[in-house]
């Protein structure tokens, strides 16, 4: 839902979600997970949050240049230019997110968001997850597809199922399609998740096939952004990050705003 200010007339998204008995929590920790957002320019903000007797609403910056799942739909598959972009950008916003103990657990193309210059802005923080210290945690959340093994086998989980959905994500961006099974016959997926190596496409670069195995790793503790430095990674030799994170790197290009 879209609503604007009277004065401004500046579009905002409006997140409506129906006060049940059991998600009070939920409500609350979205809340708290949304203000800390604000502090990150690659992830969505909100603007203010408020509630009624049968409601919570979030107000929340209108990104109008769609989704990446829309871009994908539309051309297949991205450049490897804009793959680096897009993906330099989301893995900054995860960083962020990580640093403060939060685990996104829904990441995918869907809620990868641009704003109306083209820069990402990692969306939907329905089902995330704050985790401190060395702390792990418990459940399946997210979407099917992009799950991470670990989360597969109803096991203890860290932030490192992001960077396994980051891989899928990344994937898609660049191949247009997952390197698992993909689809809805869900014990099938699973067991390609669990069983088989990633199907990573020999036309894309060497670089980013690299990073692809080792975002993909079946083993938490052996995947990169656990172990490792994903800045340092070759695939992102051309990133100026400190560059990147103040906005000084103009996106591949400027999208077209989404229809209201």
Same mark, same amino acid.
């Given at each position: 839902?879209?609503? %604007?200010?009277?004065?401004?007339? @500046?579009?905002?998204?409006?997140?409506?979600i129906? @006060?049940?008995?059991?998600?009070?929590?939920?409500?609350?920790?979205?809340?708290?997970?949304?203000?800390?957002?604000?502090?990150?320019p690659f992830?969505? #903000?909100v603007?203010?949050? *408020?509630?009624? =007797?049968?409601?919570?609403f979030?107000?929340? /910056?209108?990104?109008?240049?769609? &989704?990446?799942? +829309?871009?994908?739909?539309?051309? $297949?598959?991205?450049?490897?230019r804009?793959?680096?972009?897009?993906?330099? /950008?989301?893995?900054?916003g995860? $960083?962020?997110?990580? &640093?403060?103990?939060?685990? #996104?657990?829904?990441?995918k193309?869907?809620?990868?968001?641009? &704003?109306?210059?083209?820069?990402?802005?990692?969306? +939907?923080?329905?089902?995330?997850?704050?985790?401190?210290? $060395?702390?792990?945690?418990?459940?399946?959340?997210?979407?099917?597809?992009?799950?991470?093994?670990?989360?597969?086998? +109803? $096991?203890?989980?860290?932030?490192?199922?992001d960077?396994?959905? *980051?891989?899928?994500?990344?994937?898609?961006?660049?191949t247009g399609? %997952?390197?698992?099974? +993909?689809?809805?016959?869900?014990?099938?997926?699973?067991?390609?998740?669990? @069983? #088989? =190596?990633?199907?990573?496409?020999?036309?894309?670069? %060497?670089?980013?096939?690299?990073?692809?195995?080792?975002?993909?790793?079946?083993?938490?503790?052996?995947?990169?952004?656990?172990?490792? &430095?994903?800045? =340092?990674?070759? *695939?992102?030799?051309?990133?100026?990050?400190?560059?990147?994170?103040?906005?000084?790197?103009?996106?591949?290009? =400027?999208?077209?705003?989404? %229809?209201?």
């Amino acid at each position: 839902m879209l609503a %604007s200010t009277p004065k401004t007339r @500046k579009l905002a998204a409006v997140k409506i979600i129906r @006060k049940e008995p059991n998600n009070k929590s939920s409500i609350e920790k979205e809340a708290r997970v949304l203000r800390a957002a604000v502090g990150h320019p690659f992830l969505c #903000h909100v603007h203010a949050t *408020f509630q009624s =007797q049968l409601h919570a609403f979030f107000i929340m /910056e209108y990104a109008s240049g769609g &989704s990446l799942h +829309d871009i994908i739909s539309d051309r $297949q598959y991205l450049e490897e230019r804009e793959v680096i972009f897009y993906s330099a /950008e989301m893995a900054c916003g995860l $960083q962020y997110l990580h &640093s403060l103990g939060i685990i #996104h657990r829904d990441i995918k193309p869907g809620n990868v968001l641009l &704003s109306s210059k083209g820069h990402v802005k990692l969306a +939907d923080f329905g089902v995330a997850a704050e985790v401190f210290g $060395q702390n792990t945690i418990h459940g399946q959340a997210g979407t099917f597809n992009y799950m991470a093994p670990e989360v597969l086998r +109803d $096991q203890d989980y860290t932030a490192a199922v992001d960077w396994w959905s *980051f891989g899928i994500t990344l994937c898609k961006m660049a191949t247009g399609k %997952s390197p698992f099974l +993909d689809g809805c016959d869900l014990p099938n997926v699973k067991k390609s998740i669990l @069983k #088989h =190596q990633p199907n990573i496409p020999g036309w894309i670069s %060497s670089e980013l096939r690299n990073l692809l195995r080792k975002l993909l790793k079946k083993k938490a503790h052996k995947r990169l952004g656990i172990i490792g &430095s994903i800045r =340092q990674h070759p *695939f992102y030799a051309s990133i100026d990050w400190e560059a990147l994170e103040s906005m000084r790197i103009p996106p591949p290009f =400027q999208p077209e705003p989404v %229809s209201t």
